[in-house]
């Protein structure tokens, strides 16, 4: 397996414009999830789905920020519109199970958002 | 509120020597397991090495060990015959077997393998 896989690796765009983010799960995992890393905050849980179903997205910062499942093999994280302050490196794992296995990241994506 | 504390923000280690990295925790839960991440320059986490809060028996996994002391909450990392490979970010994590289900990550380790 090729692992999880992010695109773009590098997104650089202007405040108000929309941007999205996309995931590809290891093929049979269950859960997915997506986090946000900065220097100020770490690493931040923003939401994770299970059988393509949002569980818990209490950590999504604000309504600007919104993720989708179609399928289990994809995963969009969309910013509408986006801010200087939503800068940071975002990251999707995956994992089979939620408790106790281990989470596969993927090598993230570093947007910068002028 | 569960938390995970790295109370070393830097470190840095000579080449083939022993480091060790603490993490300390805190929570109500009894079951529940620990992670230790690495982050490279390239940003990838990696899974280091996992222990499960009912074993007692420290995880080991090559070069890396964990000395977990589940009475302090304490779940310390050590790496022996450190390589430069090793130079990278390192993040404690933490989850429950219950309740919010959510990781908790501590705020990380930079370390720094000297050749």
């Known amino acids: 397996d090729a692992g999880v896989i992010q695109s773009p690796r590098h997104e650089v765009t202007e405040m108000g414009q929309e941007v999205?983010?996309?995931?590809k799960p290891?093929?049979?995992?269950d859960?997915?999830?997506?986090?946000?890393?900065?220097?100020?905050?770490?690493?931040?849980?923003l939401i994770y789905?299970?059988?393509?179903?949002?569980?818990?997205?209490?950590?999504?910062?604000?309504?600007?920020?919104?993720?989708?499942?179609p399928n289990a093999s994809f995963s969009t994280l969309k910013i509408q519109p986006?801010?200087?302050?939503?800068?940071?490196?975002?990251?999707?794992?995956?994992?089979?199970?939620?408790?106790?296995?281990?989470?596969?990241f993927g090598p993230g994506t570093r947007l910068l958002v002028l | 509120a569960q938390t995970v504390t790295q109370s070393q923000p830097e470190m840095s280690v000579q080449e083939a020597e022993t480091v060790t990295l603490s993490c300390t925790y805190d929570t109500s839960e009894n079951n529940y397991y620990?992670?230790?991440?690495?982050?490279?320059?390239?940003?990838?986490?990696?899974l280091v090495?996992?222990?499960?809060?009912?074993?007692?028996?420290?995880a080991t996994e090559n070069r890396f060990s964990v000395n977990f002391q589940k009475a302090a909450k304490s779940f310390s990392l050590k790496i022996s015959d450190s390589q430069l490979g090793d130079t990278a970010m390192y993040f404690c994590a933490f989850i429950t077997t219950s309740g919010t289900y959510k990781y908790i990550f501590g705020t990380g380790t930079r370390l720094k393998v000297l050749a």
């Open chain 1, 20 to 23: 999205t983010l996309r995931c």
């Open chain 1, 82 to 104: 986006s801010e200087p302050r939503d800068s940071a490196v975002y990251f999707c794992a995956s994992s089979w199970d939620l408790v106790g296995e281990t989470q596969y």
């Open chain 2, 49 to 58: 090495i996992r222990q499960e809060a009912y074993k007692q028996q420290n």
């Open chain 1, 31 to 45: 859960y997915l999830f997506w986090y946000r890393q900065t220097m100020m905050r770490g690493l931040e849980l």
């Open chain 1, 26 to 29: 290891i093929s049979g995992h």
């Open chain 2, 34 to 46: 620990l992670f230790w991440y690495k982050q490279p320059p390239s940003r990838q986490m990696i």
């Open chain 1, 49 to 69: 789905f299970n059988n393509n179903v949002p569980i818990d997205d209490s950590g999504m910062p604000e309504d600007r920020f919104s993720a989708k499942m």
